[in-house]
């Protein structure tokens, strides 16, 4: 019995040693691992923000583009416009201004029938 307690005390000194040595081998690599795990991921965020910055200056381009396109179709869009109106004015305008006066006559003329009664 004192063998065996012997024995299983070995069996489990050695694999305490064997868990002991793997803790400590497992420390020494992991600095080397764990250098090479962050190099490895400050690589890949540096590659993801190149991207990022790459896609940004695409769609800023695009945007840049579109806002060039609108505002020069609403510029053309309200200068139309402002013609048309202009031109609309321009052709009625004696007919206006001659509606006015005459109005303006009548009102006169009733206004005197008015005072005069």
């Known amino acids: 019995m004192s063998r065996k307690g012997n024995n299983t005390a070995g069996i489990l000194a050695g694999l305490l040693a064997g868990a002991a ?64 109106v202009k031109d609309g004015y321009d052709k009625y305008k004696d007919q206006i201004v001659s509606k006015t006066a005459d109005l303006a006559k009548d009102v006169e003329a009733e206004l005197n029938d008015l005072k005069n009664k």
């Not at 040595?21 to 080397?32: D, F, K, N, Q």
């Not at 200068?79 to 048309?84: I, L, Y």
């Open 21 to 84: 040595a793997g803790v400590i081998l497992g420390m020494l690599y992991a600095p080397e691992e764990g250098k090479e795990t962050r190099k490895k991921i400050k690589t890949k965020a540096n590659d993801l923000k190149d991207q990022a910055k790459n896609k940004y200056g695409e769609v800023s381009e695009k945007v840049k583009d579109q806002y060039g396109n609108i505002s020069s179709t609403f510029k053309e869009t309200a200068s139309s416009v402002a013609h048309t």
